[in-house]
């Protein structure tokens, strides 16, 4: 079967750096990507790794490990606003099938 | 372009009653995905379009649910004989050929009481 495992909730204050880990076992793999939602919002996209290493976009860059079956979304410089669920999701299949997504991580930051 | 546009937004239906949501792309996005989402849990996949060809569908899909997308644009997404199960959030997603990631609609909210 499929699983894509993440923690339930993560906390910490404005200003700090914080990472969201994500392990997945799949049948097949062609890519790890994480989507941030907001409280009563769409899903949105952040990154995407199809390959191993860093990605950096802005404050927030993403890892992955092929080997290890494992990435992570890293946050810097927390904002409040960043304050949302994170969801890993991992491509079983070659382009176009559908993404697999784990249960999200809850981020709280505080001031 | 305003993004990819879900109807209705919230839906009340009494167990038992069929339902029918619709949702409406980014124009030059081929593919679309529908997926429910549960208060605490992640987006679970529905079932795939590419243009108007059905590509995929879940194995976890009961037959009460069907979905098409005649044109290769809109997409619909029927459940008949709700039950208080199916009460969640219905989201849409597209994407582009090549896009490396999906846009969501803002869902419809189904409740069956």
């Known amino acids: 079967g499929q699983s894509l495992e993440q923690p339930s909730e993560v906390t910490a204050v404005e200003g700090a750096i914080v990472q969201i880990n994500c392990t997945y076992q799949?049948?097949?793999?062609?890519?790890l990507s994480w989507y941030q939602q907001h409280d009563g919002g769409a899903p949105t996209f952040l990154s995407y790794?199809?390959?191993?290493g860093l990605e950096e976009t802005g404050r927030f860059s993403s890892f992955l490990s092929r080997s290890d079956s494992y990435g992570y979304l890293l946050l810097q410089e927390l904002q409040m606003k960043d304050s949302a669920s994170y969801f890993c999701?991992?491509?079983?299949?070659?382009?176009?099938?559908?993404?697999?997504f784990g249960k999200g991580t809850t981020l709280s930051v505080s001031s | 372009d305003t993004g990819v546009s879900q109807d209705p937004r919230h839906k009340i239906t009494k167990r038992g009653q069929n339902v029918t949501f619709r949702c409406d792309p980014i124009?030059?996005?081929?593919?679309l995905y529908w997926y429910r989402q549960t208060l605490g849990q992640g987006p679970e996949f529905l079932t795939y379009?590419?243009?108007?060809?059905?590509?995929?569908k879940s194995r976890l899909l009961s037959d009460r649910f069907s979905a098409e997308r005649p044109k290769g644009s809109f997409s619909t997404l029927e459940i008949q004989r709700t039950e208080q199960g199916d009460s969640a959030m219905y989201l849409c997603?597209?994407?582009?050929?090549?896009?490396?990631?999906?846009?969501f609609g803002s869902g419809t909210r189904l409740t069956v009481v």
């Open positions: 999701a991992v491509r079983e299949g070659q382009a176009g099938t559908a993404l697999i």
């Open positions: 799949t049948s097949g793999f062609y890519g």
């Open positions: 790794n199809a390959l191993d």
């Open positions: 124009s030059e996005h081929n593919r």
């Open positions: 379009f590419q243009n108007e060809a059905q590509l995929e």
């Open positions: 997603a597209t994407a582009a050929t090549g896009s490396l990631g999906y846009t």
